[in-house]
């Protein structure tokens, strides 16, 4: 019985790592595509080390990802659809409560022979496109739904940093649901020791996306602020912070001894 299975399971296995390629591959060339739209007045050329650091950081993210999902849902079966499902709707609708609290308009020249009817097809099929991707992977492309070319040029780093935070706590989550809940999905394998090497694949993605946008990316000069800025900038609010608590006792003690 055990080797009428064995076939059928490696045909799945097989099935399963062609698609994690296959998706990996589609968003390493969709980051590339997103370099290429968002700074379209310039020449853009990605040597060999700056694809590698791409594809790394996106191979990393997708399968830890893709894993811990499974898992998951492996684990609590159908109570983890309301949260999958609510997921996938916050991202959804994430562009278009930013449309709305915008106050802009719909924008009527996607196509020249669309409707408004054909319009509002078109968003809707993009934005639920973008949620897909978004829920297994950032997006090196944002949603402007308001714009023509319903992409925003901006290199939003605010949107990035609380993708990656959010996602990150997700993922905890997910992993320690699946550590202590997870009894009969892998009964031969330790669970501690599978629930660390997901977080540290996702943690090492996220390092090697920091260093692609701080040294590999091809216009990283254009950027007003980058990983460093913002480390650097995190660091002197902590010590200006620790600094002005330091010397509040100093001024207090200097009050006390001006009264006596």
């Given at each position: 019985m055990l080797l009428h299975w064995r076939p059928w399971i490696y045909?799945?296995?097989?099935?399963?790592?062609?698609?994690?390629?296959?998706?990996?591959?589609?968003?390493?060339?969709?980051?590339?595509?997103?370099?290429?739209?968002?700074?379209?007045?310039?020449?853009?050329r990605l040597g060999p080390l700056e694809v590698l650091c791409i594809t790394i950081w996106r191979t990393l993210e997708i399968t830890s990802r893709l894993m811990i999902l499974v898992l998951f849902s492996a684990t609590l079966k159908l109570k983890a659809v309301p949260f999958l499902v609510l997921n996938f709707l916050i991202i959804l609708f994430e562009p278009w409560v930013k449309f709305w609290r915008s106050g802009a308009q719909m924008p009527n020249n996607i196509e020249k022979n669309f409707s408004r009817v054909g319009t509002l097809v078109v968003l809707i099929s993009v934005t639920i496109l973008y949620a897909g991707i978004n829920f297994s992977c950032w997006s090196a492309m944002q949603l402007k739904l308001a714009d023509r070319d319903l992409v925003d040029k901006g290199q939003n780093w605010g949107h990035m940093g609380l993708h990656y935070s959010v996602r990150l706590v997700e993922n905890v989550v997910m992993v320690l649901v699946f550590k202590f809940l997870g009894v009969k999905v892998?009964?031969?394998?330790?669970?501690?020791?599978?629930?660390?090497?997901?977080?540290?694949?996702?943690?090492?993605?996220?390092?090697?996306?920091?260093?692609?946008?701080?040294?590999?990316?091809?216009?990283?000069?254009l950027f007003t602020h980058n990983v460093v800025d913002y480390l650097h900038c995190v660091c002197c609010r902590r010590h200006h912070r620790e600094r002005a608590e330091n010397e509040e006792p100093s001024l207090e003690a200097e009050t006390r001894q001006s009264i006596v």
């Open positions: 045909h799945q296995a097989v099935l399963m790592v062609f698609s994690l390629i296959s998706v990996t591959y589609g968003a390493t060339l969709c980051n590339m595509l997103a370099i290429q739209i968002k700074y379209d007045d310039y020449k853009i892998l009964l031969n394998y330790c669970h501690s020791l599978i629930a660390v090497q997901l977080i540290i694949a996702y943690l090492i993605s996220i390092g090697f996306m920091l260093l692609f946008f701080q040294y590999l990316h091809p216009l990283r000069s």
